[in-house]
């Protein structure tokens, strides 16, 4: 007798931690596909709490933080991924998201050191050297700021912002050949992205004097979204 009642204490146990188990994932799982739909409150209430009972969770920690920030709770967000530090001080994914939220709250040389941080460890990190050298290119660290993008473009041919953001420093230094070329490179590369398509078609209509190549850009840049070029095609009397 008494060991049928051992056995079924046993086994209750064992639903209740594997009930436990569900929910705490059921968190997890909802947190992530909330965040990836948009809906950042929902997602930083359910990372938070799965984080009460898994306080070490990289992927809750990187995500919750991302939720923040696209709530414009800078502070929070920081303190998100401080906390994750804590654990895991030399997590470079945790590190990429510090380096993202210091440079969403306008702390750019916080931020720089941060991707300096990641990139002493591992000097090929792509995204590392992208966003430092966006974050240097806007402290007006030109040329630094084109060695990292330089040496992105060499390890990631197929990533279209490293040519994106390459091109924003051409453009920014006066080079405007180079910048047209990196942003036809970024469409080459990804012929949907809007965000070079609008780039592009400003320097042809604002500073090439070429109004038909700008038209084209802005047309198809419209035509995915980006009110920016509707608004430039409005304005040259083209509409959509």
Not at 40 to 66: M, N, T, W
Request: hydrophobic share 40%; charged share 30%; glycine share 8%.
């Amino acid at each position: 007798m008494l060991i049928r009642l051992v056995s079924s204490l046993f086994l209750a146990s064992l639903v209740l931690i594997g009930s436990y188990s569900l929910a705490q994932d059921d968190f997890l799982s909802q947190g992530l596909a909330a965040q990836k739909a948009g809906k950042h409150q929902e997602a930083a209430d359910l990372l938070g709490k799965y984080l009460e009972k898994e306080p070490k969770s990289i992927e809750a920690r990187r995500v919750r933080a991302q939720a923040l920030t696209a709530l414009e709770k800078g502070d929070a967000a920081l303190e998100e991924v401080n906390r994750g530090l804590s654990y895991h001080p030399k997590d470079t994914s945790l590190l990429l998201a510090k380096g993202g939220v210091l440079a969403g709250m306008g702390r750019r040389e916080e931020a720089i050191k941060v991707y300096s941080q990641v990139l002493q460890k591992d000097p090929e990190n792509v995204e590392a050297l992208k966003e430092r050298g966006e974050q240097q290119s806007h402290e007006g660290r030109l040329e630094e700021a084109l060695k990292d993008l330089d040496q992105a473009a060499r390890l990631a041919p197929k990533d279209p912002w490293v040519f994106n953001k390459r091109g924003m420093v051409y453009f920014v230094q006066g080079n405007l050949d180079k910048a047209v070329a990196d942003f036809t490179e970024a469409i080459r590369v990804k012929p949907d992205g809007v965000h070079a398509y609008f780039f592009r078609g400003s320097i042809y209509q604002h500073h090439l004097n070429q109004p038909q190549k700008a038209a084209a850009d802005y047309r198809i840049a419209c035509k995915e979204g980006h009110p920016l070029a509707c608004r430039e095609l409005e304005k040259m009397g083209l509409g959509q």
